[in-house]
């Protein structure tokens, strides 16, 4: 059974609304826990590629990225969980794990059940919440991995289109 219905959830997927790049995170995180998303990355096998600036290399321990001196560009790395959906993580901060998804790539239930499985992986992994909320607008979650029941659910009321 799917965690979100496309009907009731598309206006949440809408880039005009959202953003076409809405904020994901994890909140309350650590250096193991980006460690631990490195980790699931890899013993998933989704294709990825790290980058510092335009270098593309070896995918580091997270404690290494995250104790580049401040004024280091801010690495990144593309996760590819299915062919044509792609989640960009950018190393911000070691408290919260930050990355962006293209609402344009998450059209309809096929690929909206790519992405609450995405999410749902992470939040399994973590035993955290995953929450994505507009575009610039992180106080404002509009869905989320939700620990306690292990699905991805609503957070706000879908807006009427």
């Excluded at 206006?11 to 994901?24: A, I, N, Q, V, Y």
């Excluded at 998450?106 to 995953?130: A, H, N, S, T, Y």
């Amino acid at each position: 059974m799917a965690d979100l219905l496309w009907d009731d959830v598309r206006c949440f997927f809408d880039p005009d609304l959202m953003g076409s790049l809405p904020d994901l995170c994890v909140p309350d995180a650590s250096v193991e826990d980006w460690q631990a998303v490195l980790d699931l990355v890899a013993t998933r096998r989704w294709r990825c590629q790290y980058s510092e600036g335009e270098a593309v290399l070896p995918v580091p321990q997270a404690e290494a990225v995250l104790a580049r001196p401040v004024d280091a560009e801010c690495p990144n790395m593309r996760v590819w969980p299915a062919d044509e959906v792609l989640a960009i993580f950018r190393f911000l901060d070691d408290e919260v794990i930050d990355f962006d998804v293209d609402l344009r790539e998450l059209q309809g239930q096929e690929r909206l059940d790519v992405f609450c499985g995405f999410l749902r992986e992470i939040g399994r992994c973590l035993g955290k919440p995953v929450l994505m909320a507009p575009e610039g607008d992180y106080d404002r979650p509009v869905l989320g991995f939700d620990v306690g029941t292990d699905r991805v659910v609503l957070l706000a009321e879908p807006l009427a289109m």
